[in-house]
């Protein structure tokens, strides 16, 4: 009896072993496997325009760069009764510029005194003009000379104008039967000057 015991002892305790010995073979396997096994590679677009592609044991996308509010704290200009706004850094002012402009922004007070006292054809070097106009029909007669550009969410056309002392970029867009005209004005020397405007044009967006 003592003999049978012991024998069933020995047999639960290869059962055990043998067990154990399968399971680790198991994980050791299927860990290997997933080391050597190669991703597909599929990028994914991220907000800021690079791409990631997949990685890791799972084969999942990497993260996104984090990307940081350059526009927080800037101020925000709304028109109800044209409907929409856009941001604008806090340096920028609003100044006087005709009838026909219902919004005109400077980069600083003084190119507003710069401009007022500038005489001749030009824009001061290191300033950013940037006027904005509604209107009910295409003042400027030049709709599908453009390139195509988006505006405020819907499509629209934008044109670059450059002269010795000046260049001018507009973006211009129709919506229920409103001609939408934004555009910088600046010295040519002004290098950084369009890629600010573009930034401040990302803002733009139309409201009900």
């Known amino acids: ?9 020995l047999e639960l305790v290869a059962i055990i072993v043998i067990a154990v010995a399968a399971l680790l073979y198991v994980v050791v396997t299927t860990k290997s496997k997933e080391e050597g096994r190669a991703c597909t590679e599929e990028a994914k677009l991220c907000p800021d325009g690079s791409a990631v592609g997949r990685t890791g044991p799972n084969c999942e996308f990497a993260a ?14 709304r028109n109800e009764e044209y409907g929409f706004e856009f941001k604008y850094p806090e340096n920028f002012v609003q100044y006087n510029s005709g009838p026909a402009v219902i919004l005109a922004l400077a980069s600083s007070d003084s190119c507003v005194d710069q401009l007022e006292k500038q005489t001749g054809i030009g824009y001061p070097e290191g300033c950013l003009y940037i006027p904005v106009e509604v209107t009910s029909s295409n003042r400027y007669q030049a709709e599908g000379r453009g390139a195509p550009a988006t505006f405020g969410g819907i499509s629209g056309e934008r044109f670059v104008l450059n ?6 970029v507009r973006v211009q867009a129709n919506r229920s039967n409103l001609w939408y005209f934004v555009a910088a004005r600046f010295h040519p020397s002004y290098a950084s000057a369009e890629s600010e405007f573009n930034q401040i044009l990302s803002t733009f967006r139309f409201i009900e």
């Open 1 to 9: 009896m003592s003999n049978q015991k012991g024998s069933i002892r």
């Open 64 to 77: 996104c760069p984090q990307i940081s509010d350059e526009t927080a704290g800037w101020k925000t200009y």
């Open 163 to 168: 002269y010795e002392t000046a260049t001018q």
